[in-house]
């Protein structure tokens, strides 16, 4: 194969391909090495690396797709997106497969997937579109958050029952879009205290609402003795009598609130006077054994292929990979991880600086935000800069349509890359001597 069929296969920006290359590459390690609980289960040890390697082939053939699509084919996308959007996340929420406690996946038949990850990308195709369909010499009209919110509240606010870290991320982005689409100051100063309240008013409904599980589970252990005892007495079967019962009214609606609560206790608790007694192996040794890996990689790193959390460290190939990178390679892999989402961002705004036509820049940098975004939530669970939130680290964690959608999104930017038209660099520079 000579260069220019490579060339050929392989269009639009040439630094964003680099940077995939260079994800996928330190991904397929990483996760090699990080799926040791996996290969523990299956008892094949090549079979969780094989399934990442084949989905992240898979993706790759979704980017080289979706480059050849022109983006003004994304702006005809977008109601049909919205629907389907609306409709996969009422799907999850009333016949949803529950995973930790969280109806976030619809299945079909062979594989299941998250509606949410369909859904980001279309609230920033929506944006985009809204944000480019109103601008005028003054920035964008005053209408168009009004818009805007009215899309987010048919996405966004489904997403919220079920899994608040993604609404979170959805929203900063859409916000940080207005900023750059010179929606009015004024506006999103307005904006920004109404969410700053509804934040306060969800967070203190938690904390009233939510329970305590670690006190729970103790009353729960003495409640089981209480049981078993009675039962025996009246002679039945002490495991009938211990089943858990079923939620029903307010509390079938609000039952994420025990997970936020828990986490926001964990993030919140002083970890001076935390005790080993105080930690649940079961359910904090997550961010244990995080800190653990992190602190013994003592700088240089142990080497790929050379991490002892891995075995102790739960959703080690998925949510807490960066831990597991640091481990293993150290400051620098942290760093060189960040940077190439760094330079990403970067591009993304140089791609966009070049545009003509407003659609194609908001949303090219409204996916780059949004895939930067979520691996710095990523990167701060794992150092403990936050609390967890079980977001995984884009491109680089093991995942399933996940990590295909993300190679569509930068498949979209390769494709606005390639396509959009390029803003006239004589005629600007033209006018800006006129304007000195």
């Known amino acids: 194969m000579n260069n220019s069929t490579i060339g050929n296969i392989f269009k639009g920006d040439k630094v964003i391909w680099m940077v995939f290359f260079l994800l996928a590459i330190i991904s397929l390690i990483e996760v090699y090495s990080a799926s040791s609980q996996l290969t523990y289960k299956g008892g094949n040890y090549m079979a969780p690396i094989l399934k990442h390697a084949g989905i992240l082939v898979v993706g790759l053939i979704a980017m080289v797709l979706t480059v050849?699509?022109?983006?003004?084919?994304?702006?005809?996308?977008?109601?049909?997106?919205?629907?389907l959007s609306m409709i996969l996340l009422l799907w999850a929420l009333?016949?949803?497969?529950?995973?930790?406690?969280?109806?976030?996946?619809?299945?079909?038949?062979?594989?299941?997937?998250?509606?949410?990850?369909i859904a980001k990308g279309t609230v920033v195709l929506a944006t985009a579109q809204i944000l480019s369909a109103m601008q005028t010499e003054h920035g964008a009209d005053k209408r168009a958050m009004?818009?805007?919110?009215?899309?987010?509240?048919?996405?966004?606010?489904?997403?919220?029952?079920?899994?608040?870290?993604?609404?979170?991320?959805?929203?900063?982005?859409?916000?940080?879009?207005?900023l750059i689409g010179r929606v009015p100051m004024v506006q999103l100063g307005k904006l920004l205290g109404v969410c700053i309240l509804m934040v306060s008013i969800v967070v203190a409904l938690v904390m009233l609402l939510g329970h305590d599980t670690r006190q729970d589970s103790e009353a729960m252990a003495q409640t089981e003795q209480v049981e078993t005892?009675?039962?025996?007495?009246?002679?039945?079967?002490?495991?009938?009598?211990?089943?858990?019962?079923?939620k029903s009214g307010l509390s079938s609606v609000f039952h994420r609130f025990d997970t936020w609560k828990m986490r926001i206790i964990k993030f919140t608790e002083p970890k001076d006077t935390l005790r080993p007694e105080d930690i649940d192996l079961d359910k904090d040794a997550q961010v244990a054994h995080a800190n653990i890996a992190i602190a013994t990689s003592h700088i240089t790193g142990k080497g790929p292929g050379n991490s002892v959390e891995r075995d102790f460290?739960?959703?080690?190939?998925?949510?807490?990979?960066?831990?597991?990178?640091?481990e293993e390679l150290g400051i620098v892999g942290a760093i060189v991880i960040a940077l190439l989402y760094i330079i990403l961002l970067f591009r993304a705004g140089r791609i966009a600086h070049n545009c003509e036509n407003a659609f194609p820049a908001y949303l090219v940098m409204g996916i780059a935000l949004l895939l930067?975004?979520?691996?710095?939530?990523?990167?701060?669970?794992?150092?403990?800069?936050?609390?967890?939130?079980?977001?995984?680290?884009?491109?680089?964690?093991?995942?399933?349509?996940?990590?295909v959608i993300n190679c569509v999104y930068l498949?979209?930017?390769?494709?606005?890359?390639?396509?959009?038209?390029?803003?006239?660099?004589?005629?600007?520079?033209?006018?800006?001597?006129?304007?000195?």
């Open 313 to 326: 460290l739960s959703q080690a190939f998925s949510d807490f990979i960066f831990a597991i990178i640091i």
């Open 229 to 246: 005892f009675d039962a025996a007495d009246e002679g039945l079967d002490a495991s009938v009598s211990l089943k858990p019962k079923k």
């Open 146 to 178: 009004k818009y805007i919110l009215v899309v987010c509240g048919v996405i966004i606010v489904p997403i919220m029952m079920e899994n608040l870290s993604t609404a979170v991320l959805i929203s900063g982005v859409v916000f940080l879009m207005m």
């Open 372 to 403: 930067v975004t979520q691996a710095l939530f990523n990167m701060c669970v794992a150092v403990g800069l936050a609390p967890v939130t079980g977001q995984p680290l884009p491109l680089v964690s093991k995942g399933g349509t996940s990590s």
């Open 94 to 117: 009333v016949g949803g497969q529950a995973t930790n406690d969280a109806s976030r996946w619809v299945g079909l038949g062979f594989f299941q997937f998250q509606p949410s990850e």
């Open 68 to 83: 050849q699509v022109r983006p003004r084919y994304f702006k005809v996308a977008t109601p049909f997106l919205l629907l």
């Open 411 to 436: 498949g979209v930017m390769l494709s606005i890359s390639r396509y959009a038209k390029k803003r006239d660099k004589e005629n600007e520079t033209e006018k800006s001597i006129i304007y000195e």
